[in-house]
């Protein structure tokens, strides 16, 4: 069994930053791919960005203000937000793919005030 712990999200004002962290615990031995995506209130999940071993893949509403890196050593996935706006407000979601499995954590909130 796999378990991600999230932590970093909070209250911030537009403009400001956040720092996401996601833990993996469990049965690893290695982590394809890991990630966050995001759910505002009435919409969709949706993705915000991954990494695997090679490379780092974004949508196109974060390219340029979040960049999402990964410590392989302690099975972790960063999410460094910059620039957050006010539709950034989410929960936000990690996975984590392995073992042809993909993986939730529990979600951390994630709201910018205008």
């Known amino acids: 069994q796999v378990q991600l712990v999230e932590s970093g999200g909070g209250l911030v004002q537009a403009g400001g930053s956040l720092r996401l962290s996601c833990a993996a615990s469990g049965s690893i031995f290695i982590i394809n791919r890991m990630g966050w995506y995001r759910q505002a209130l009435r919409k969709q999940r949706e993705l915000v960005a991954d990494i695997t071993s090679g490379s780092a893949n974004y949508a196109d509403y974060v390219e340029g203000r979040f960049t999402i890196s990964r410590d392989n050593a302690k099975n972790t996935v960063y999410l460094q937000m910059n620039s957050l706006k006010p539709e950034d407000t989410a929960i936000y979601y990690c996975?984590?793919?392995?073992?042809?499995?993909?993986?939730w954590g529990q979600g951390t909130q994630v709201t910018v005030s205008s």
């Open positions: 996975i984590a793919d392995l073992y042809g499995s993909r993986y």
